[in-house]
Structures are given as C-alpha cells and as structure tokens.
C-alpha cells in the first residue's frame, strides 16, 4: 500500500466504502446527506465550502473568497464573450427616482413588491423617494434618450456588471438573495428583426457558456406571457436541472420592442432622414450568482462540492506528505503546472495533516488532488486523484503538466456527460394530466407535454401540481418567427384538451 493511501485511508468514505463510515464522520462532518434532505444539504455545502455566510443583514449573504472567485471565474469567461460580440461595459446609478420607475407601468407592476427604498438622506427627508435598482432598465433608457439621435448611434450594445436589490421573503445563499451581483445587458436597435437576433444570440451565447464551463447542460427557449419579465415582449431562458430533480432558470434574455422605448423617448432619426422620428428597439439580459448555486446543485454529492475544472480556483491541489525532500520537489511541480496554465494550490500547512487536507480539499470540490511523498520521488511519480470519480491514477513525473491538462479536459466532459444523463432520466413525455400529476408528486423532474398556449391552463397546472412552465424549448424551428419557435406539435392541451400549440417543459422550480 502507498503512503499516499495510507495517509488517504479514514477519510475516502467513498461510495462502496460505507463500512468505513464512522471513520469518515469523524473527518467530513457537518454535512447532511443529499437523499435525507437536499435543501439541508446545499446550505451545509455552502457554509462548510466557504462559498458564501449569512450576515447580520436579513436576506444578504457574504460571499467568501473561495466563492468570489468562482465567480470571478464566471465573470471572465462572459466578459469575453460578451466583448467578442461588440458589447461594452459601462456604469449607471444604483438608485433610480421614483418617477422614472413608474413610467413604464407593467415594469412597475412586476417590481414594485421587491422595490427597496431611500427615503432619507443625512438627515434631511428626500424630496423624492430613490429606488435602489431592482434591474437598470428604466435608468440606462434614460440615458439612451440621451445619447441615441440618429440611425448612425445604432445599435447600443453596454453591458453592465452591478450588484441589484429585490426585497426577498425567503432566501437562500446564491439562488434568492435580497441583494445579488449579476451582469445586465441593455441593448438599442434600428430594426426589430435585429433586437430579435441580439435576444437570441445573447440566449445562445449563455446556452454556450453554462454548458462549456459550468458543465450544466440547459433548455432553451421561450417564457410563456405569464413568466415573462415584467414589460417585456418576448423573454428566452435556459433551464438546468437540479440533482434533486427542480428546475433552475439559470438565465434570461428579453426581447423589450418598443415598450421601454416610447416609454423613456429612446428615439432616432431614420435612415429616409424623414421628419419623424423612430423608436429604437430595445433588448436586456442577464446572469447572476445564482449560476454559482446552479453549479453546486448540478454536480455536488454527500461529500460536498464538485467544481468542474473551468471555474474551480483550484484546478489542482497538491498536497505533500512532508518528509524528506518532498516539499522542494512539489513545489518544483506546482510552478510545472502554473507554466502551463494549470490553477494549482500547494497545502504545505504545518498545522493539518495530509488526511484532513484530503477531506477538506475533497469537500470544497478541487477537481485533482496530487499527492506526492518520498516513494514517488524514488518512483518518478505522484498520484493523482480525481473528484468526480474518484480515481487514484500513479501518474509520471515526466510529461506531467500535459497530463494534468488532459484529465481536467477530461473531468469537464465527464462532469457535463454525467449531468445530462441525469437530465435525460429525469425527462418525462406525458399525454394526460393524471401523468403529469403522477410525475410531479413522484421522482421529480422536467415533463413534456402539450400545452394550448392558454394563461388558465397554465395557472391550474401551477396550482394544482406546483410545476410551472418552465420554457417551450425551441424544437426544430429556432427562427423566432413562430409563435413560440417551436416544431409544430400534433396533440392536445395537457390539461383541457384543447390543441396544443407547443410542447411545454414543466417542473418544480427554485
Ligand atoms: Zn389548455
């Protein structure tokens, strides 16, 4: 037996291992198994990862440095796919005067429950209230107004990386919280078919980014009326799957029309150079910390964390048996990795022995753990040990970095292949609503099933089952020409009977 399994024995508690289960508990505690209750779970996760803590502020969470940067990770990775498709940061006021919130009035409607707001100011009371953003829309269209006079200023692509504010009952870390960083897109066009394609291409470069490297595969497609964001014409999201089987709408992308734009005189002079003036055409989208809860849910297990590699802090975490001229040699191996581009820890702490840093690295989700002690040395190796499945491969020195890139390569599919099979076994055709009714109080999960396009049906289906549609997928005809952009379905409503004019996918959702 390796030192490495030596000094790894007591804390795997891997699956198959439960025999050695008191031994585990006395290493990874605290956290409460996924089937006991997922929910419990997820807040254990949290807290024991160093993601995120409660404060003394009802509803808001801390964001931990080990959670922030994951975050960063994700902010990155957007960033340049937002810049690469011409789109530019800027900053607007976090607060926004109450006449300017009311103009637009379903805007209002949908918002004014969540809106926190300033009434004072010193100790002077304000002449106006200020509402602290929910969402930017109203401020940033001010601004249009302003900056757009001609066809030649179109189109406005700014993007926005913000913290917004929604009075929240019930929260929870990352997935509801009173105050959330995001990223919101605000975007002006000439022509309606093209604040179309900027919806959808936003829609498809989310899509994109959540699959390639948060390895959460989603659905996309249209919100129905009742589900669209307040004021908008058309809004898109993707969907992922939780491990427990709820949906998660881990974006959106809001086709506006002219709504914002007669509302807030966004206004051009076309290209005709005719006296009247046009109004732009108007779109916005956006993510937020929320994805990192999605994360946590889609790949977790009892032992904690699973990050997949393109978002971890820590791709990699070498953890040295300290002996001899071990920590030399690792560190040595630690700058191999960096040269390549490998992010990589080295736990040369005194103060923790090689078995807890196991556990504590395995719980916090690092995708490869390289454990290095004096026999490797002897031997040219280390031994890498994989999260996801747990694998213990004696790896050679030589031509290491390469194949520490290759088996992250590797985790990231496996990770994603691994989610969608989920998906795909938790995925249910149904054709009456005795099975849509039996699957939603069974194993949970996404339920396809035709749908009439009426707001009634919808509403009963929400509160007799609590599954809500989550999107009508966009089939075989994305063009967003259709009335729901999906194939044409032969069937009936799955609730009425009537016949249905798309395939909705329904579930519980967060
Ligand atoms: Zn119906």
New binding site residues.
Partial sequence: MSEQMTAGQGRKGGKGDGNKGAKKDALVTEITPQTEDFSRWYLDVVRRAELADYTPVKGCMAIRPYGYAIWELIQQGLDRRFKATGHVNAYFPLFIPEKLLMREAEHVEGFSPQVAWVTRGGDEDLEERLAIRPTSEVIIGTMYAKWIKSWRDLPVLINQWANVVRWEKVTRPFLRTTEFLWQEGHTAHETEAEAQEETLRILGIYKEFVETELAMPVIDGQKSESEKFAGASKTYSIEALMGDGRALQAGTSHNLGQNFAKAFEIQFQGRDNAAQMQHAWTTSWGVSTRLIGGVIMTHGDDSGLILPPRVAPYQVVIVPIPRGDVLPKAREIQAQLAAQGVRVMLDDRDAYTPGWKFAEWEMRGVPLRLEIGPKDIEKAQVMLARRDTREKLPTAVDGLAGAVVRLLDEIQKGLYDRALRFREEHTQRVSTYEELKAAMEGRPGFVIAG??G?A??EARIKTETQATLRNIPFGSAPSGSAPFNAAPVSGA?V????PSSAEAWFAKAY
Wanted: hydrophobic content about 10%.
């Fill in positions: 749908w009439c009426g009634e049906c409503c609730k009425c009977g009537q």
